[in-house]
């Protein structure tokens, strides 16, 4: 018998900050992502539940060497990323998730060249922090630094009418197949879609994703490119989430928050967006997506039947 559908809703509102970080430079960053959010208008308090910053935001993200980035690592409690979080959740009123280079805590066991984590930080809406989180599944940049998270994580979201709402948590390579597991290479067909899967399994109605995530072309963006979003790129992400389109469990929404711009020769996607995968239609919507080149503060609401 099929199952009768849920006819309760949630309205999420939500705000993406895409701008292009200096590699090296967190006081600059910071006062860009400031001066997005500014930008977007005072009218941005107490209109958004979550307002997401990319990973590794304030920082840069290609690092090569221990060396390199250990003078950015960030205590989890009152590093810079984690202090700007608290006050801009306090200052909107919403929850805000960022990406940052994370200091280790004393005696944890690494490899000797493992000097912090790809991690993010979850604050509340009163400023207090609800949740940190690893990077899992390792980039080739992460490599040369990072100790790996030990599995994906939730928390729940507060909404504005106070009722809660799960939401599941990845960085970037997250979205990947873990490439220390013995499987052969993922396809279209079969997967393997670990953090899909995830967000299935928990129940979760919304997926965050945080990106430093690379542009399908490695080559310095054409001016009239700029506004336009990496087509390839989000086709990609639509299909390593292909089990969120399984009409027998719900709508979810999927936010990635990816940066934009070029470090060392590394040209990134930009393109974030918001997805919406309907139980009802059998699909999945862009919601609202913006340009390879775009710094801004993308807002949206998507609506789910849950």
């Known amino acids: 018998m099929a199952r009768p559908r849920s006819t309760a809703t949630a309205r999420i509102r939500v705000g993406v900050v895409q701008f292009d970080p200096k590699l090296g430079q967190p006081e600059r960053n910071q006062q860009r992502v400031e001066q997005l959010v500014d ?22 993200y290609v690092f090569r060497s221990p060396d390199a980035v250990r003078p950015f690592l960030e205590n989890s409690r009152d590093g810079r990323t984690t202090t700007l979080a608290r006050s801009l959740a306090r200052r909107l009123g919403c929850t805000v998730v ?31 922090i609800k949740t940190t989180y690893r990077k899992t599944n390792m980039y080739d940049v992460d490599l040369a630094w990072c100790v790996p998270g030990t599995g994906f994580k939730t928390f729940d979201l507060r909404l504005s009418d106070s009722r809660s709402i799960r939401v599941a948590l990845g960085i970037c390579m997250d979205l990947n197949p873990d490439r220390d597991r013995d499987t052969p290479a993922w396809t279209y067909e079969d997967g393997p879609f670990e953090l899909a899967d995830f967000v299935i399994q928990q ?19 054409d001016v009239a490119k700029k506004d336009k979003y990496d087509e390839g790129t989000v ?25 934009c711009g070029e470090e060392d020769g590394v040209h990134f996607a930009g393109s974030s967006v918001v997805l919406r995968y309907s139980a009802a239609k059998d699909r999945v919507s862009i919601i609202q997506v913006l340009g390879r080149g775009e710094e801004a503060v993308l807002r949206c609401s998507v609506t789910l039947e849950v």
């Open 39 to 60: 930008n977007a208008g005072a009218d941005l308090k107490d209109t958004l539940d979550v307002l997401v910053l990319p990973e590794m935001a304030l920082s840069g």
């Open 203 to 221: 129940n979760a109605r919304i997926l965050i994703l945080i990106n430093a995530w690379l542009s399908s072309e490695q080559t310095a963006l």
């Open 235 to 259: 086709k990609y992400w639509v299909a390593r989430l292909d089990p969120l389109w399984d009409k027998t469990k719900g709508d979810r929404a999927v936010i990635i928050a990816n940066r």
């Open 98 to 128: 960022a990406g940052y280079p994370q200091q280790l805590e004393d005696g944890e066991k690494h490899e000797q060249h493992q000097v912090g984590a790809n991690a993010a930080v979850v604050s509340g809406r009163d400023g207090e």
